[in-house]
């Protein structure tokens, strides 16, 4: 082999001098930040951000991670070279125990093939039939609780009660009326048991797999009762089909199951698993964090208010009508900016890689953070104010498509994007219709960051029927 001229050999050197480790958060002997971690995984990267900008290592027990938060990070790995950072990492398989195989959480071309087969049933252009559900779902559960305000209830746990109200909205956007109360009760206990766990997961994988970690057999009963609540919806379905297109309906057509297709079976069933995981938290966090953001800004919340008088009259909401309610979508975009749900994102590199100048180790675990991401000064100026005119006009916001991730980017971004939003306009036009409320209490509210970013204590919405 030729030995390289003057010039490569002063380029090679250059390209190596050029490369970079960023700033190490190294922790503790031996387990590194996994103490901080446990107690509480937003403040510690939050503060390693701070302490060392957008690109940090961080040390968790024997790995060496890295946390990314400039756009330009965001771009490349989940846009520009999502084949390298991908979901195939024991921190996705942790999701898997839960949700199976869906579109949330694989890669490669087994997600390829799946999202294809789902794409067309889940276009803005086939969801009439439901949005028709979830607007009458949505309106059913809001007349009964103004029925229960105008008895003398003056009062709701928001956060929770956004939950529950999201959960039957959705699971019968799923299911039509295959669900009993029962179940119901019972799929939401299952989710909370499983959701305990598969927070423990997040961080203890990268601990050696013959460390006990406790709640395993809590877990696995959990996933028994999902499982066998949705393995029985979706026979009953396959023997009865229903003629109104509900979410299991499209994921039937995206996946049609012949006799004894037992993959088939098994994709619906994640798909419905993932589904369900991703309404739990993703759109009642949503609606929770908009109606304290509009509470602790009164003024915004009566442009709001009059955006909803004049666009609907007091009239139901509908497919059509919650779309003109644009400065009502903006404040749950801006919402979504500063309580993002999935406050956290992470990817494995499968080869060496060089982002942005900093060398990437193949088998480095990669960590992106959408909380800190959307607070970036340098796209988002005054990023802690609540500002829903970000997101209107022809100037909108983000300035860079990295900047803002509540619904991911790239090939991953959510399928259930459109859907989501306008579940959210409908609720909202719909609420403000029927009440006035505000905030029993003006102390500030603590955060709690699990798979998703909550309030750390309940927050008590006062209500007044209209």
């Not at 387990?31 to 940090?56: C, K, M, N, S």
């Not at 797999?209 to 406790?214: A, H, K, T, Y």
């Not at 499209?250 to 088939?264: E, T, V």
């Not at 109606?291 to 139901?316: K, M, N, S, Y």
């Amino acid at each position: 082999m030729p030995e390289p001229s003057t010039h490569q050999a002063a380029d090679q050197t250059s390209s190596r001098l050029h490369l970079s480790q960023p700033p190490l958060a190294a922790g503790l002997p031996l387990v590194g930040l996994i103490p901080q971690l446990f107690a509480d995984p937003l403040r510690t990267l939050t503060e390693a951000w701070r302490q060392h900008g957008d690109a940090v290592r961080l040390r968790i027990g024997p790995s060496e991670c890295y946390l990314f938060t400039h756009p330009d990070h965001v771009q490349e790995i989940l846009v520009d070279k999502a084949q390298i950072y991908t979901k195939e990492s024991s921190l996705w398989q942790a999701a898997q125990a839960l949700v199976g195989k869906g579109i949330g959480t694989t890669d490669g071309e087994f997600w390829r093939k799946n999202r294809r087969a789902m794409q067309p049933q889940f276009h803005r252009s086939r969801l009439d039939d439901l949005s028709t559900i979830v607007a009458n779902s949505i309106r059913e559960l809001l007349d009964a609780l103004h029925a229960e305000v105008a008895q003398g209830r003056r009062s709701i746990l928001l956060f929770k009660e956004m939950r529950r109200m999201v959960s039957q909205v959705f699971l019968r956007a799923m299911f039509g009326s295959a669900i009993s109360p029962r179940e119901l009760d019972d799929l939401l206990v299952a989710l909370k048991d499983s959701f305990e766990r598969v927070d423990k997961l997040l961080w203890t994988s990268f601990l050696p797999p013959w460390l006990p970690v406790p709640g395993q057999r809590r877990f696995r009963d959990a996933v028994q009762v999902i499982d066998s609540i949705v393995y029985r919806i979706i026979r009953e379905r396959l023997a009865q089909p229903a003629e109104n297109d509900d979410l299991l309906n499209l994921l039937l057509k995206s996946f049609p199951i012949q006799s004894g297709d037992q993959n088939a079976l098994t994709q619906v069933r994640d798909e419905i698993a993932t589904m369900i995981v991703g309404t739990q938290d993703g759109p009642s966090l949503m609606l929770g964090w908009s109606l304290t953001l509009l509470c602790q800004h009164p003024d915004l919340q009566q442009i709001a208010r009059a955006e909803v008088g004049a666009q609907l009259h007091g009239r139901a909401v509908t497919y059509e009508s919650a779309s003109a309610l644009v400065y009502t979508r903006a404040v749950l975009e801006e919402a979504l900016r500063l309580y993002v749900p999935l406050w956290l994102t992470v990817r494995l590199a499968v080869t060496d890689d060089v982002m942005c100048g900093i060398r990437v180790p193949r088998g480095s675990f990669v960590f992106l953070c959408p909380y800190l991401t959307h607070r970036h000064s340098q796209f988002w100026p005054n990023p802690e104010d609540f500002d829903p005119s970000r997101f209107l006009g022809k100037d909108a916001a983000p300035s860079h498509r990295g900047a803002y991730l509540p619904f991911g980017l790239g090939p991953h971004l959510c399928i259930g994007k459109h859907i989501g939003l306008l579940f959210g306009q409908m609720f909202l036009g719909e609420f403000m219709q029927r009440f006035r409320f505000r905030l029993e209490s003006h102390a500030p509210i603590e955060l709690k960051a699990m798979v998703s970013l909550q309030p750390k204590q309940d927050v008590t919405l006062h209500l007044e029927a209209m």
